[in-house]
DNA sequence: ACGTGTGAATAATTTCACAGCC
DNA sequence: GGCTGTGAAATTATTCACACGT
């Protein structure tokens, strides 16, 4: 049982705009916070957050500043507390249903990955257009059908949806889910989509990161190419 | 102590070196242009690019032009040749090949995503610990033990690694990834990971994703309260 | 005319460095 | 002593605006 701590601050949300790099960053800080809770670490400093971050101490005492000030000085941060400070500032403390549409083998893994459950995302949802996928069990839930999508999205009162289908379908399925009103997409299609200004799309593509990967992996295993194209 | 700072190059030679920023968006350009490969258009403007990538067409244009001059004033850009020249720069040209380690719900998905073959990354093997899912086919690849990962790795000269598995073990396998002589790493594990500085590290993670979506859903579902004092 | 290429201007982000508090 | 919080400086990235070639 958890003693009273820190009094829950009524919520005021004291959070003006954060800049879009704080944002990334806090969610990486969120991970190893939530690291150090299970393993029962409760005070943590801006050092050590940025060693597991990836970046320097100076700049995640800044982004935690955008926060407010829930540090120490001179002792650190309490892991606990932090933690649901940057949960906050992320929107996490509200109720996220997401649907994800496509199930194939990237929509199955996403519907049975446990990272997602575990950070307060709920899937609520996975549809398929593939009749012989209708129906059947992935994970605890059943496929629905990709033709029910508003009725889907309606009945399960879905607020973000995950594209995880092939770039010939993506757009359309991308144009279905918006006009269904939802405004939060994280698409896995290997396609460029375009949706509406006031919809927030992201984009995953994992053969985009092997790219940035080779790019740098070729700059150290070999030597400057001289390349003048013909 | 490493001291692999240079302070400042005084270079006779153009340097090769892209912005970072500029190297995620030329994937991005990469694969736009591909697509309109695929569609036998062999003319585009930077304003189209850009309109694809989500960005403003002066920052496309900036952008190649760290590549050379390849456009012709007045008409575009020559869609094979551009792709090519973005191939080049980013490494492409190379032979990569890739082990996935893990062989859950993700890295089967991975080792049958379409998208790595087609964009020149060979996927020459997939790892699991698990006995029971050694010497079983997924997709083309049979999935080797996890214990023999160095010799898996030497005989079929990967030099990249994906690593697709839970975050409790993804440290110690990083470690041994690297051991084995490996310095560029995408890692799909929920957890922060250290490696050496000369190794190339990106890691995706489809919860932070998710998060940061969050977030811009929550301003715009719950606008910020303005109560500064009032 | 049109759309690229690019220096110059602006904006965003990171880093520095140190005052302030425990 | 140790570590946060934060203005100021440095660096990086984006946008502007227009000259230039076709």
């Known amino acids: 049982m958890t003693s009273a701590q820190i009094p829950e601050e009524p919520v005021g949300v004291p959070v003006r705009q954060l800049p879009p790099a704080t944002v990334s960053r806090l969610t990486l800080y969120l991970r190893t916070l939530n690291g150090l809770l299970a393993e029962g670490i409760d005070r943590v400093s ?3 957050l940025a060693e597991s971050a990836g970046v320097g101490s100076a700049n995640v005492r800044k982004d935690l500043s955008y926060l407010g000030s829930y540090g120490t000085r001179g002792v650190g941060y309490e892991v606990g507390h932090l933690s649901r400070k940057i949960a906050q500032a992320l929107g996490l403390t509200h109720e996220w249903r997401v649907a994800i549409v496509g199930a194939g083998n990237l929509g199955r893994a996403l519907a049975r990955y446990a990272g997602f459950e575990s950070r307060g995302f709920d899937v609520v ?3 398929d257009a593939d009749q012989m996928l209708v129906g059947t069990e992935i994970g605890w839930l059943r496929v629905s059908d990709a033709d029910d999508l508003e009725t ?3 009945k399960t009162r879905a607020n973000m949806v995950v594209l995880a289908l092939p770039g010939g379908v993506a757009q359309s399925v991308c144009d279905r889910v918006v ?4 405004s ?3 698409s896995f299609a290997p396609v460029p989509l375009s949706v509406p200004e ?3 799309l992201r984009k995953v593509d994992m ?3 092997l790219q940035i990967l080779a790019y740098h992996a070729q700059r150290l295993q070999f030597p400057p190419l001289d390349q003048t194209g013909a």
Chains 1, 2 share one sequence.
Do not use: P
């Not at 006009?179 to 939802?182: E, P």
């Open 46 to 48: 801006s050092e050590s």
């Open 125 to 127: 949802a996975l549809l």
């Open 152 to 154: 889907v999205l309606a």
């Open 179 to 182: 006009d269904a009103g939802i």
């Open 184 to 186: 939060s997409i994280l």
């Open 198 to 200: 006031d919809v927030n």
């Open 207 to 209: 053969a985009t990161e």
